[in-house]
């Protein structure tokens, strides 16, 4: 099928394209200003601005988009941009989809949204069903879930992945943590007893292309590894891949004075999101484990 992405240059994005070509499809990627040419849509989610004709003949829309929420403190402004780039742009998406003529409708809208939805949830085993957690993060994930419901109601088969942190080479956290654990600096985060819900980065496409091409899945999806692991576990495990010691904790009150509110949200909360849905749906994981992702996912 015709397949339209938004966010085609993120980390998902960049894998996803050429998963879905290999595959046979025909993937048209959104772009921000600049003609239209082959094989890209131009559009402007801040100003409203798609052409309606661009999602005739579509058979389905992916939305990736919107501004990284690890990139920066996170003050006041930042965190409208935050809010924003991710509920404007899948607004605008989702009304496009749904005032294209039936006949030529996309059939499967699939939008990102995180696990952040869940807030901090302590020991919880957490399903699709759980309920919207507390914070920002929550209240960005509650309205970008809720935007795409224009399409929805238009009878266009919706799919949420709530993504947890994606293990890959290529960017992202575990990128990040590298360099300290390479030179022997690392070690669990606060408590070390916060749950991190994770996921490869080979098996976050191929939970995209399941829910693109698979009509009988709606509604959320938790987009996580089934292995649930701890801050602590999570560093013993990338300390035993690169034969480094793995032992000096970062205390949280540090990383409150670095980061601020951003160290609770994204470093401090435990959240136990388990994949309930891709499990009753049959999704085979390529790696199940975290020590298979990250061996996996080391440079080489």
């Known amino acids: 099928m015709r397949i339209l992405i938004g966010g085609a240059s993120g980390l998902i994005g960049g894998a996803l394209v050429p998963r879905l070509t290999e595959r046979g499809h025909d993937v048209a990627r959104l772009v921000r200003g600049g003609s239209d040419s082959a094989g890209t849509i131009s559009w402007d989610p801040e100003r409203g601005i798609l052409d309606p004709a661009a999602l005739r003949g579509v058979g389905a829309v992916v939305h990736l988009g919107g501004v990284s929420i690890a990139s920066g403190r996170w003050t006041a402004d930042r965190k409208q941009t935050i809010f924003e780039s991710r509920v404007r742009s899948t607004l605008l998406l989702a009304e496009r989809i749904a005032s ?23 020991e919880e085993a957490l399903g699709e069903d759980s309920g919207v957690g507390e914070g920002f993060l929550s209240d960005v994930c509650r309205a970008w879930e809720e935007a795409a419901s224009p399409a929805s109601r238009a009878g266009v088969r919706v799919a949420q992945p709530r993504i947890g942190m994606v293990i890959s080479r290529e960017g992202g956290a575990l990128e990040a943590m590298l360099l300290p654990f390479r030179l022997g600096l690392g070690g669990p985060i606060g408590s070390g007893r916060q749950w991190w819900p994770w996921i490869s980065l080979d098996d976050i496409v191929e939970v995209f292309v399941r829910l693109i091409e698979d009509e009988t899945i709606v509604g959320a999806v938790n987009a996580v590894a089934p292995e649930s692991v701890t801050s602590a576990s999570f560093a013993r495990t990338l300390g035993q891949a690169l034969h480094r010691p793995a032992v000096l904790p970062v205390p949280a009150f540090a990383l409150r004075l670095l980061l601020g509110e951003m160290a609770d949200a994204l470093l401090l909360a435990s959240t136990k999101a388990v994949p309930d849905r891709l499990s009753r749906a049959g999704f085979e994981f390529r790696h199940p484990r975290l020590s298979d992702a990250i061996r996996a996912a080391l440079p080489r």
């Open 100 to 122: 294209t003529p039936a006949a030529d409708r996309p059939r499967a809208f699939v939008v990102a949204s995180a696990t952040g939805y869940y807030g901090h949830r302590g």
